[in-house]
């Protein structure tokens, strides 16, 4: 039996998947401003290499992209071990 018929019967669990894009600090005031659409600005552009995590576990690398004025993420690398 092979590793991914091993892990059939687990396809089905939920599992959160993380991916940063940019860490901001802000000051208590700040946050407090923030209400429904706004805008939290980053550094990060379309092209650059994001890590992936999963249950906070880095698993992989990806690729910022756009597609039809949406952001989402390309996966180019799972870890190793």
Known sequence: MTPQEEITPLGE???????EL???TMTAREV???EEGSVI???RSAGEN???YIG???FGSGEIVVIENTLGVR???FRDG
């Open 13 to 19: 669990i939920p599992v959160e998947v993380e991916v």
């Open 32 to 34: 407090l401003e923030l």
């Open 50 to 52: 994001i890590d992936l």
């Open 22 to 24: 940019d860490r901001k």
């Open 75 to 77: 996966i180019t690398d």
């Open 56 to 58: 906070g576990v880095l």
């Open 41 to 43: 600005g980053t550094g």
